[in-house]
């Protein structure tokens, strides 16, 4: 073990969250190390290099926004960033501020122990190196421990298979092979028609459709970046109070206030701008039922519409749980797709996957030769990074069995029992619910008040209290309840694609606006539900 120098806060991961955290601390004097288990800038973007990755906010909105000149410099060249544009974007702004000095790559954060008579934390990495620091702020992302299901037979697959979320950075190059795609959310929904013009021959496995929004991505048009730059202020201004975090326009009216014309309107306009802006075109998109049932049938009758074989059509068309309570994915041609010669949907959930051959996949029905496998088949989210740390609390226990039950924190922001550290974009926060470079930017200038807060009045140990994480998961827990979310349960937010998980709705869906204001509520009573040690 090599004992390194200590340092005020130690940050753990480089994502949009981790590497302004870092700016944020050394502009305010404090020393700061960041450390990241990746080669290279950008968390989650980093390791989700797959054909087609880009994301599906628009790049104006998914940007930093807390230097003026870097968001008026900065050119975006497309509506929606492709993967290797927001790695561009990383390095500039790590290299802008001066920030690369204080980052390790390659060097994974392994546990985390808290000490009562330091009032320090121990951070102890992969290499060996513990680092001590008053402060850990783990920036750890919610998409990033890609989850492989454990498929009889993957061992003895003789083509080669990938992880959308855990990509070679060499590429893959798909021509002249039979490719099985396995998952059908927004990275397999993205992946699939890249693959599909790539491959001999695209098999699809399918277990539950989702809804899949034409993104309409297009370069972008000088006079729509001009325009959006100038109005910066106010749109940034309106993200920070919005629902999910970005400055377009939502709908404020309910569906049962329109008449049908308004209504069919309404959607139209949403699929023909594209992208995930139907989530929003009634205010009580995922509150009414009827309201939501009208917006799956809506983009249902477009499926059907573009996919000329009625029986590939219909199982293409979700059904069983409510229009945007799985994620809603966003990408081009997908729906298009299935009308090649040369792409198959299998449908695993009338016939399941049995095993991976040497030579392909069984399902209960068939066997599929393939020479290559793709599993876009998602994260263990929200939870996945922090719990494989071992971090360890005021007593010792650690974080992955306080949360066995589902994770409970205060604002998704700390936890009862471990003081001195803050979680970004953690589980009870908007986070994967919203805009995440908002959400990210939000969670930094909080932490970073409440670290000046902490220096001038001499508080040395900071923990939320009992009552206030039960509080506030209690609040978690009823404003979705108020939601169609619980009605359909199965999906990652629940945790229910990871074998026993405990189900448990993670984010906070009280929108980003109502979430902001609570947050800064608690800052100015003075760290409301934190106890607060001073010399
Ligand atoms: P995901 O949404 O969890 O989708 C995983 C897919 O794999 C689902 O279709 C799932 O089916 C299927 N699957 C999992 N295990 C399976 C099995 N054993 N057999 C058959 N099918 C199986 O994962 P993701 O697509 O990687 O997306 C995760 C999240 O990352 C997204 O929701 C989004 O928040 C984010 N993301 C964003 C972007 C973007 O910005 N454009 C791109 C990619 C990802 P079931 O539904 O039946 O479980």
Same mark, same amino acid.
């Given at each position: 073990?090599?004992?390194?120098?200590?340092?005020?806060?130690?940050?753990?991961?480089?994502?949009?969250?981790?590497?302004?955290?870092?700016?944020?601390?050394?502009?305010?004097?404090?020393?700061?190390?960041?450390?990241?288990?990746?080669?290279?800038?950008?968390?989650?973007?980093?390791?989700?290099?797959?054909?087609?990755?880009?994301?599906?906010?628009?790049?104006?909105?998914?940007?930093?926004?807390?230097?003026?000149?870097?968001?008026?410099?900065?050119?975006?060249?497309?509506?929606?960033?492709?993967?290797? %544009?927001?790695?561009?974007?990383?390095?500039?702004?790590?290299?802008?501020?001066?920030?690369?000095?204080?980052?390790?790559?390659?060097?994974?954060?392994?546990?985390?122990?808290?000490?009562?008579?330091?009032?320090?934390?121990?951070?102890?990495?992969?290499?060996?190196?513990?680092?001590?620091?008053?402060?850990?702020?783990?920036?750890?992302?919610?998409?990033?421990?890609?989850?492989?299901?454990?498929?009889?037979?993957?061992?003895?697959?003789?083509?080669?298979?990938?992880?959308?979320?855990?990509?070679?950075?060499?590429?893959?190059?798909?021509?002249?092979?039979?490719?099985?795609?396995?998952?059908?959310?927004?990275?397999?929904?993205?992946?699939?028609?890249?693959?599909?013009?790539?491959?001999?021959?695209?098999?699809?496995?399918?277990?539950?459709?989702?809804?899949?929004?034409?993104?309409?991505?297009?370069?972008?048009?000088?006079?729509? %970046?001009?325009?959006?730059?100038?109005?910066?202020?106010?749109?940034?201004?309106?993200?920070?109070?919005?629902?999910?975090?970005?400055?377009?326009?939502?709908?404020?009216?309910?569906?049962?206030?329109?008449?049908?014309?308004?209504?069919?309107?309404?959607?139209?306009?949403?699929?023909?701008?594209?992208?995930?802006?139907?989530?929003?075109?009634?205010?009580?998109?995922?509150?009414?039922?009827?309201?939501?049932?009208?917006?799956?049938?809506?983009?249902?009758?477009?499926?059907?519409?573009?996919?000329?074989?009625?029986?590939?059509?219909?199982?293409?068309?979700?059904?069983?749980?409510?229009?945007?309570?799985?994620?809603?994915?966003?990408?081009?041609?997908?729906?298009?797709?299935?009308?090649?010669?040369?792409?198959?949907?299998?449908?695993?959930?009338?016939?399941?996957? %049995?095993?991976?051959?040497?030579?392909?996949?069984?399902?209960?029905?068939?066997?599929?030769?393939?020479?290559?496998?793709?599993?876009?088949?998602?994260?263990?989210?929200?939870?996945?990074?922090?719990?494989?740390?071992?971090?360890?609390?005021?007593?010792?226990?650690?974080?992955?069995?306080?949360?066995?039950?589902?994770?409970?924190?205060?604002?998704?922001?700390?936890?009862?029992?471990?003081?001195?550290?803050?979680?970004?974009?953690?589980?009870?926060?908007?986070?994967?619910?919203?805009?995440?470079?908002?959400?990210?930017?939000?969670?930094?200038?909080?932490?970073?008040?409440?670290?000046?807060?902490?220096?001038?009045? *001499?508080?040395?140990?900071? %923990?939320?209290?009992?009552?206030?994480? *039960?509080?506030?998961?209690?609040?978690?827990?009823?404003?979705?309840?108020?939601?169609?979310?619980?009605?359909?349960?199965?999906?990652?937010?629940?945790?229910?694609?990871?074998?026993?998980?405990?189900?448990?709705?993670?984010?906070?869906?009280?929108?980003?606006?109502?979430?902001?204001?609570?947050?800064?509520?608690?800052?100015?009573?003075?760290?409301?539900?934190?106890?607060?040690?001073?010399?």
């Amino acid at each position: 073990m090599m004992n390194t120098r200590p340092v005020d806060a130690v940050v753990v991961g480089a994502g949009f969250s981790g590497i302004y955290m870092l700016h944020r601390l050394l502009r305010a004097g404090y020393s700061a190390r960041l450390f990241e288990s990746g080669s290279g800038l950008g968390g989650t973007w980093f390791h989700n290099r797959y054909p087609g990755a880009r994301c599906d906010i628009e790049s104006m909105d998914y940007s930093y926004s807390f230097d003026e000149n870097l968001q008026q410099e900065w050119r975006w060249s497309e509506r929606y960033a492709s993967q290797p %544009e927001l790695l561009r974007y990383l390095n500039h702004v790590v290299d802008r501020f001066a920030l690369r000095e204080h980052i390790e790559l390659d060097t994974a954060v392994v546990g985390a122990r808290f000490d009562e008579d330091t009032v320090r934390w121990t951070v102890t990495t992969d290499l060996g190196d513990e680092v001590g620091a008053r402060w850990c702020l783990m920036a750890t992302g919610c998409l990033t421990v890609a989850q492989v299901p454990d498929i009889p037979g993957l061992d003895t697959f003789e083509g080669r298979w990938f992880h959308t979320g855990d990509w070679p950075r060499d590429g893959v190059d798909f021509s002249g092979n039979r490719v099985g795609v396995i998952g059908t959310g927004s990275s397999g929904t993205q992946l699939i028609p890249i693959v599909a013009e790539q491959a001999a021959h695209l098999d699809v496995f399918q277990r539950t459709a989702n809804f899949c929004m034409p993104a309409r991505n297009h370069p972008m048009p000088p006079e729509v %970046e001009v325009h959006w730059k100038a109005e910066y202020p106010e749109r940034r201004a309106k993200a920070r109070i919005s629902g999910f975090g970005h400055s377009q326009p939502q709908n404020d009216n309910r569906y049962r206030d329109l008449t049908p014309a308004q209504r069919s309107a309404e959607l139209e306009a949403r699929w023909r701008s594209g992208g995930l802006y139907m989530m929003r075109a009634f205010a009580d998109v995922l509150t009414d039922p009827e309201a939501n049932e009208a917006t799956a049938e809506f983009v249902r009758a477009k499926i059907r519409a573009t996919v000329h074989d009625p029986e590939v059509s219909e199982l293409l068309c979700p059904q069983g749980f409510h229009f945007g309570t799985k994620r809603l994915c966003s990408g081009t041609n997908y729906y298009e797709t299935f009308n090649r010669d040369d792409v198959t949907l299998v449908d695993v959930s009338a016939a399941p996957i %049995e095993e991976i051959t040497p030579t392909g996949l069984r399902t209960a029905s068939a066997h599929h030769p393939l020479d290559m496998i793709v599993f876009a088949t998602g994260f263990d989210a929200m939870t996945g990074s922090l719990s494989r740390i071992d971090i360890r609390g005021a007593d010792g226990t650690s974080l992955a069995s306080k949360w066995s039950g589902g994770p409970v924190t205060y604002l998704g922001l700390a936890v009862s029992g471990f003081p001195n550290l803050f979680l970004l974009t953690g589980p009870g926060s908007p986070s994967v619910f919203s805009n995440m470079v908002n959400s990210a930017e939000q969670h930094v200038e909080w932490i970073a008040d409440f670290l000046d807060h902490a220096r001038e009045h *001499d508080v040395y140990r900071a %923990e939320a209290t009992q009552e206030a994480e *039960d509080g506030w998961v209690a609040h978690v827990g009823e404003v979705a309840e108020a939601t169609l979310y619980p009605r359909s349960p199965n999906s990652w937010f629940f945790g229910a694609n990871i074998p026993g998980k405990p189900r448990v709705f993670m984010p906070y869906v009280g929108g980003v606006g109502n979430y902001r204001a609570r947050a800064d509520e608690v800052a100015s009573a003075g760290y409301r539900g934190f106890t607060l040690l001073r010399r």
